[in-house]
């Protein structure tokens, strides 16, 4: 044998040798499940004594999330500009900003065109409700 396997065999063997040995020192004791009896009134009743927490609807979850992204955004436009300002031209990291301000740019259209794209069911619903006429009407009758 070369001296790396008989190395290795020798390692393998001293590593699994305490493990062997100290297997009975750390046995548990078992206990039979098996006709033990849940009570099934036990299991599926109702907890008592908790405080009703406050409800979210997904609208307000949603709006308030979108409302935190959109001022995490304006910022980091705001700190990659300062960072464009502070940069030397020759500076090697200058394209990467403008790339950054453009993709920052890019998601602050989007949280905007959602938002707009939020309020076209409540003009829809306004202007039926109120009897006036909708913009499509308007555009069909022009044709």
Known sequence: M???????????VLSAAPGTAMAGNF??????????????HQVLAPKKNLQSEPTMTVEEFLGRTQARIHTINRKQII???????LAAPDDPQLPDYYFRLGE??????????????????PIFRAE???????????????Q
């Open 27 to 40: 046995t548990k004791q078992a206990i039979d499940m098996q006709n033990v009896e849940v009570p099934l």
């Open 128 to 142: 039926h409700q109120s009897g006036g006429t909708s913009p499509a009407t308007v555009h069909r009758g022009v």
């Open 104 to 121: 920052l740019f890019a998601e602050q259209y989007r949280i905007l065109t959602n938002l707009a794209r939020g309020l076209d069911e």
């Open 2 to 12: 070369t001296p790396r396997i008989t190395v290795t065999v020798a390692i393998v």
């Open 79 to 85: 700190n990659v500009r300062d960072l464009i300002q």
